[in-house]
């Protein structure tokens, strides 16, 4: 099933010819001023480029150049050597505001008193932004209340991943969040030449409208934070297990499932995985954006759970389960799949690919023995695997829309300062904290953490993520980051582009619905609640009850991208 070519042209305009789909609009939403509230449950469909009103691009000069040199997004450039770092933002603006932004936060929420803060308000010029910290485990879901009683203070981060919590995220932002519109379009390079140096895709995809059938009725309603681009999340493999039972590193699914085989050990407390689930589609081709691909041939487009991959990734979950080669707790999704891999209880994790430094970093500071890797690129024996790439942004920070534009204007200075990359000295503050306090120089040079420093500023998101930088890079011990360097190159042949990329597609919530019980549904089959012959049933039910109205919502996306 072959995905068109990724030169196709891009028809902006043609975008809105799927306004019949939607109530009044390819979005589905009413006809309303930027003002007014919105709601509607039919959806969203954006266009994310060929928009005349975000900033303009200027190219942020890097103050020192890479070691090694990529092909940046998704073959990012990296640093194993660490420079004297060097400051951005040479005229500091002055701030006297002071704002609170909620974040989320996996684990304990640090003192506030830190010196990490203090340190960070003075540097960008004394505007004080408090953090109102929230358990990121439930942070997608009580957002939508947060923002429908607007109690989540002056601003919010939220990751991408987190959207699909709101019935209509298109909805939310207009009723919510500060149009900056007016603010950032053109040249912004005199005051926020950090921000102007982001990437234009960033900006594009931080836009949003109050009628997608209107293209002047968007705007933009986000500080784009990181594209990282390349692949986000990987399998890790103990790699020191493997040699010593002289196992090879799998190539396809079904060597993988022998690996599995042949470690697995249920009685004596030994299993493949602590739980594989969402990662498995990626090995058996099954689907972009919302499990959806388009036939060339037939000219049609289909969800994956209508294709024999289906059948195949669930009957390779169910084998899994039936030999105990997955922990016999995994349908409860409570493991500590991270504690299970470093005690060597499992060979196997579903992760994103700071797993591998992280386990890497333990293993430098003693705390653990053995090493870890990816696995490549796998698909069945004759098929050529497929890799997503990341098109995205990692996530946006959204202003309230009582902010005036003063204190918005401020808050943008802040993140322009955020947005320093690796090499400056605004950079190893975020990201290192206070040297002497959080790190200290190790005998390389380089920003070693001390126990406050992990706490502080390594473990929560705080202002990380407030803004993307205007340039990632691999960054950290050296042999790492020449290891993911290589990784990344050994897999650009594999890299696949989602058909949908330029655009950015909310399905209806009837879709949602019938997709979130269809997922339920794998579930009971993987693990043995359902059996493999129920799948013709559960897969009818998702096409009658929301599927297969979305089939026709997604094809005209589709040609909307790709031309009729």
Not at 11 to 38: M, T
Not at 96 to 102: A, I
Not at 355 to 361: G, T
Not at 475 to 496: C, E, H, K, L, W
Request: with cysteine.
């Amino acid at each position: 099933m072959s995905i068109p070519s990724s030169t196709a042209p891009f028809k902006r305009r043609s975008l809105f010819k799927v306004a019949g789909l939607g109530a009044a609009g390819a979005a589905g939403l009413p006809v309303a001023s930027a003002c007014s509230d919105i709601a509607s449950d039919d959806g969203a469909i954006q266009s994310t480029e060929g928009f005349d009103f975000l900033p303009t691009y200027q190219e942020w000069t890097l103050p020192v150049q890479p070691d090694l040199v990529g092909e940046p997004p998704n073959h990012p450039s990296a640093f194993t050597s660490y420079p004297e770092p060097v400051q951005a933002v040479t005229e500091v603006p002055s701030g006297s505001g002071t704002y609170e932004m909620t974040v989320p936060i996996w684990g304990d929420t640090p003192a506030e008193d830190d010196p990490y803060y203090a340190a960070l308000f003075e540097a960008w010029g004394g505007t004080i932004v408090n953090l109102r910290h929230a358990d990121g485990n439930t942070f997608a879901d009580t957002s939508v209340q947060w923002l429908k009683a607007n109690e989540y203070g002056d601003a919010i981060l939220m990751f991408g991943w987190m959207l699909g919590s709101h019935s209509n995220f298109q909805e939310t932002v207009v009723n919510n969040f500060y149009d900056l519109t007016d603010i950032l379009k053109g040249d912004i390079a005199e005051r926020w030449p950090l921000l102007a140096g982001l990437p234009t895709s960033s900006w594009g995809q931080s836009v949003w409208s109050t009628d997608v059938a209107n293209p002047d009725s968007a705007r933009i309603f986000g500080i784009p934070g990181n594209l990282s681009g390349g692949q986000g999340n990987a399998v890790f493999v103990r790699t020191d297990y493997l040699e010593a039972a002289s196992l090879a590193m799998p190539t396809t699914v079904e060597e993988l499932l022998e690996v599995c085989r042949a470690w697995s050990d249920d009685a004596n407390g030994k299993w493949a995985f602590a739980s594989v689930d969402w990662f498995v589609g990626q090995w058996f081709s099954a689907g972009d954006t919302e499990g959806w691909k388009w036939n060339e041939v037939e000219q049609k487009m289909y969800h994956s759970s209508e294709l024999p991959e289906f059948t195949e990734q669930l009957t390779f979950r169910r084998t899994l389960w039936d030999e105990k080669l997955i922990h016999p707790d995994a349908p409860t999704g409570t493991l500590d799949a991270h504690a299970m891999q470093k005690a060597g209880s499992v060979l196997f994790t579903q992760d994103n690919m700071g797993w591998w430094n992280e386990f890497a970093r333990q293993v430098k500071t003693g705390e653990i023995e053995g090493a870890i890797a990816p696995l490549p690129p796998l698909a069945p024996a004759g098929r050529t695997p497929i890799v997503p790439m990341n098109t995205t942004v990692d996530g946006w920070t959204f202003l309230n829309k009582e902010l005036s534009k003063e204190q918005v204007e401020e808050l943008l200075d802040v993140a322009n300062w955020c947005a320093a990359p690796y090499g400056t000295t605004e950079y190893e503050l975020m990201q290192y904290g206070v040297e002497g306090e959080h790190f200290n120089l190790g005998e390389d040079g380089t920003p070693v953490l001390t126990e406050l420093g992990n706490k502080v500023v390594q473990a929560p998101v705080n202002y990380k993520q407030m803004c993307g930088q205007v340039q990632t890079f691999l960054t950290g011990d050296p042999d790492m980051v020449q290891a993911r360097f290589d990784y990344n190159a050994s897999i650009q042949q594999y890299a696949n582009k989602n058909l949908f990329e330029g655009i950015r597609i909310e399905g209806p919530a009837d879709f949602k619905t019938a997709a979130g019980t269809l997922w339920d549904q794998q579930n009971d089959i993987a693990y043995g609640r359902a059996d493999l012959s129920t799948i013709p049933d559960i897969v009818q039910t998702f096409l009658d009850n929301g599927g297969e109205a979305a089939r026709e919502y997604y094809t005209e996306a589709y040609k909307a991208v790709h031309g009729e």
